[in-house]
């Protein structure tokens, strides 16, 4: 099972992976977080079938704060990589998209890719707050 969605900057990123350390009846194979000039993509993919409920709680959980998303061909490629087992730093030159995390995600990857970036910005865009 796979949740693809699109959250509007870091906090709610945040919340989801939050949300995911919060609730172990979710068997998270992996989590992809990307950032984009104009929001995240986190990817969920699930280790196994989870209850109806459990999904559709999940998936209500997950509309509140973002969007469903269908990627672009370039992104898909990409997280169809990331996959397959290539190095993160492969997949974002041959793609050009910025990994933060995948794997077992950890809201300090988050955080210090939102630190490194607001501090190269010198100021803190709207995605990043």
């Known amino acids: 099972m796979e949740y693809l969605y699109y959250l509007a900057n870091a906090s709610l990123t945040l919340r989801v992976v939050q949300h995911l350390h919060a609730r172990p009846e979710l068997p998270v ?8 000039i104009d929001g995240w993509v986190v990817r969920i993919k699930l280790d196994g079938e989870i209850s109806p409920q459990v999904d559709g709680d999940f998936r209500a959980f997950l509309n ?34 910025a990994i ?6 950890e809201r300090e990857e988050i955080e210090a890719f939102r630190q490194q970036f607001v501090r190269g910005l010198g100021y803190c865009p709207e995605t990043l707050a």
């Open 29 to 36: 194979l992996f989590v992809t977080v990307i950032h984009q």
């Open 100 to 105: 933060v995390s995948h794997g077992n995600p």
């Open 64 to 97: 509140e704060l973002g969007i469903s998303y269908e990627p672009p061909m370039r992104l898909q490629m990409a997280l169809w990589s990331l996959e397959a087992g290539q190095y993160p730093v492969d997949v974002m030159r041959r793609y050009q998209v």
